[in-house]
């Protein structure tokens, strides 16, 4: 362990390499202990928000906030030809965010404050690192991350504001997940057309490579916007029933750019696109929840956070974590496998708020089936990125560069 936390450890050659880590580590340990506090074999210490808040947050902003850390920073190296951000830096991050876990959980006796200045310390490094870079690069084009960036840590800010005042903090937290949504279209329209039209190139018959058109990208990321600005309005169910149903159809729209040929059931195409129609599944349930005045929200937005989010995280890290450390790309069963337990988990989740959903959970409650589920697609993870996160690159490259062809190749 003491060789890990050196900075002369492979671990802190790139920073994706401990946040993925974190990622995937807390994703698990986060979620086995919410299971043994729902089960009654553990009780979670008094906080301010209670524990559901704590769970929300936690799966927003300790797991969805590493994996974008760890994102973020690396592809600030590809996007603007930006040095890499130093294993010192890499390594306050990385104690920021953890204290922030720590913080939170304690915050019953220690109070909300220290959690605040903690997470709000670790957005804010956020932004500062990656606002320089983003604006130096030619034409800026990148500069969509920082301003989504921006609006999270914004959201971030009123949820612990929330917390401090006693008022209601969920709010911010819904608003957040629409933040997410957009960040994750953001991210996979560059990482799409890159890996997407590789892929294409290896089959022939296709008349045109895979384009993410800014019109249909556009309208989903603004009606997704719109949507989670009407929820946290507390808009009336007409109003936030319509929006939500929008941001579905808009999502089904940016759907046509995917449809190419057989292309599409490359595993590095197919689940990007799996994550689209969760994400447009989600939206559909919350939209017709409302306008039917059924208690819909929460199967919506698990499936948004467990299917859409999860899907765009493991894809995220199964790629970048690998060719950013030297490895070309994982084709194994492993991956397919995780894919299928958080698509199950989802399901599962959501089957617990729609009671039309029947489904077979094996004695299990339809929550601890999905807690079980998430955790086993995570540890898959895990175990097959472990070597490749900790260890030294397998190639002649340096840092976070992309994999350098070896001699065997």
Known sequence: MASLLSPRAPLWCCPFRPFFLLTALHGIVVMAVWLAWLSGWMPLPDMPGGPFVWHAHEMLFGFAAASIAGFLLTALTEFTGSAALPPRPVQRLVWLWLGGRVAYLLSGSAGIAWAAALDMGFMLSLVAHSFGPLWRAPERRHMSFFYALVALTGAHLGFYISLLLGHEALPWLRLSIGLLMILVIVALSRISMAL???????????????????????????????????????????????????????????????????????????????????????????????????PWQSAGEHLLLVAALGLAILVVMSIAGRVHAGHALDGRLWLPAAVLLLLLAAISRAGASLPFLPLATWGLSPLTLAAVLWIGAWLLYAAYAWRVLTGPRPDLGQACDERMPLPSD
């Open 196 to 294: 997407f039209n590789e892929v294409m190139g290896k089959y022939g018959g296709l008349t045109a490579d895979y384009v993410a058109r800014p019109p249909r990208r556009n309208l989903a990321m603004f009606t997704i916007g719109l949507s989670a600005v009407a929820t946290f309005a507390q808009a009336g169910p007409g109003v936030s029933g319509w929006l939500a149903c929008a941001a579905a159809a808009a999502i089904l729209n940016l759907l046509n750019d995917w449809h190419v040929g057989r292309a599409l059931w490359q595993r590095w195409v197919l689940i990007p696109y799996l994550l689209y129609w969760c994400m447009a599944l989600g939206y559909g349930v919350i939209g017709v929840g409302h306008l039917s005045e059924q």
